[in-house]
Each structure stands twice: as structure tokens, then as C-alpha cells.
């Protein structure tokens, strides 16, 4: 087996643009006429950089080769590559995977060494719907949202934190930002009591005594976790907080 074509697909998610502005999907097709699908939401490549990436690995690690020797595909791409080239030729590797699975007639989990659970948990981003767009600065309505998620069966719900807007500069929050932040979750909580956890997104946005700071407001209403509350460069302050 060996592939003879990948292509890449751009696809516009419409506004409001929910998760992503664009998803980017990656067709690797062999020569006995096996299909693979893999997926990638580049967040900070744009999408026409992060496809011309994975069609340039593409050529160079896949395209004649065995789909199935994905280490191998890794070794071709290079021994070092950047974390943004990791991140997009993901999109390969998960196409690989779907091949050697459709090659054998099996789901790919059982390749992987079988399935851990017999169910998962849902999470969920809190996002706007009719009725309810200001999720992000309303506390109503996040509120409202949040008790129609749980409904819905979402055990965990996700909201971001006031003003964290990623920067290569980490911020402090103003007084305002912890208290709106703090009123958000108070209202959440409120709203599906113990029936979901909820998670605080923060965008690595903050120092680690900001986060810190904020955490200690938050605890009374008992958040599951701070998700990326300082930068990924950074690991001393995330192992602070």
C-alpha cells in the first residue's frame, strides 16, 4: 500500500464562526484506493499557510510511501520540526491512522491498545445562541446557556475569563476583570448547581501571580480546573500557579 495523492481542503466555518473561523481537512488517498481524513484548526498560522505547510510535508514524508509507517513518516518530516509544523502535519498523522484502520476493518483504538473506557464525559464552550449572544460579558446569560448545555447532557461547561486576549505579554487583570470573572462563574455555578463542572479558560493570558490572584476568588465556587492560565512558554510560572 502506498499513497499516491493527498489534498487539502480550506473550508470557511460561517460566523459566528463557533470554534474556529476555518477548519482545514486533509485527504490521503492510497493506491489500492483507501481513503484517510485528518483535521486541523491552526490557530495561529493562518489556513492557506497551515495547508501549503502539510502539502509541502506531503510530498516529502508520504506521498509513495506506506501510510501505515507513521514513525517513519515523523523521521522524513525531520528530526526537529517546529511546534506550528507539528501541529498542522498532525493532520497526516491522523489520516495515516483512519487508513491503517479502513485497511484492516477495525476501529483505530483497537490499534492504539484498546479502548480504556466504555464512555466519556462532554465538555462543552459556552457559546451564544437566540435569546442569549453575550455569553462572554453577560452573566445572564452564560447562566441561562449553561443550565440549556446541561440539559443537553454536557457534564462540564467552558468560559473564558474577562480579558484574556492571548499576548506575548502576560496581563494582569484589572479589578473590573475579577469581578466580572468572578460574578461569571458565581452565576454559572448558581445556574446547574452540582450537576456540571466548569472550566475557566484564560488563554494564557496572565501572569502567574494574576492567575493566582484570581484563583484564590474563584475557589468558593469550586472551578474544575484554570485551563492554560500562563503562557506555554513559560512553564515556571504555570508550575507557580
Request: hydrophobic content about 45%.
Amino acid at each position: 500500500m502506498k499513497v499516491v495523492d493527498v489534498s487539502v481542503s480550506v473550508i470557511r466555518n460561517p460566523p459566528p464562526s463557533f470554534a474556529t473561523r476555518h477548519f482545514v481537512l486533509v485527504r490521503v488517498t492510497t493506491d489500492d484506493g483507501v481513503v484517510g481524513w485528518g483535521e486541523v484548526a491552526p490557530a495561529v498560522l493562518s489556513p492557506t499557510i497551515a495547508a501549503a505547510v502539510i502539502a509541502d510535508a506531503a510530498d516529502r514524508a508520504i506521498v509513495g510511501h506506506d501510510p501505515r509507517q507513521i514513525e517513519a513518516m515523523w523521521a522524513r518530516v525531520g528530526a526537529n520540526p517546529e511546534p506550528m509544523t507539528i501541529a498542522v502535519v498532525g493532520a497526516l498523522e491522523i489520516a495515516c491512522w483512519d487508513i491503517a484502520g479502513k485497511a484492516v476493518d477495525r476501529p483505530v483504538h483497537e490499534l492504539l491498545g484498546g479502548r480504556a473506557h466504555t464512555s466519556l464525559r462532554a465538555a462543552t464552550v459556552l457559546y451564544p445562541s437566540t435569546g442569549f449572544r453575550e455569553v462572554r460579558t453577560n452573566h445572564e446569560h452564560a447562566a441561562a446557556r449553561a443550565a440549556n448545555e446541561v440539559e443537553r447532557g454536557f457534564s462540564a461547561l467552558i468560559f473564558d475569563a474577562a480579558n484574556t486576549t492571548p499576548s506575548r505579554t502576560p496581563t494582569m487583570p484589572t479589578q473590573d476583570d475579577v469581578v466580572a470573572t468572578t460574578q461569571m462563574l458565581a452565576s454559572i455555578r448558581s445556574a446547574v448547581g452540582t450537576d456540571a463542572d466548569i472550566v475557566v479558560r484564560m488563554g494564557g493570558a496572565y501572569t502567574a501571580s494574576a492567575a493566582v490572584r484570581l484563583a484564590h476568588e474563584l475557589e468558593a465556587f469550586d472551578p474544575l480546573w484554570l485551563d492554560h492560565p500562563c503562557s506555554d512558554d513559560r512553564p515556571d510560572a504555570m508550575g507557580t500557579v
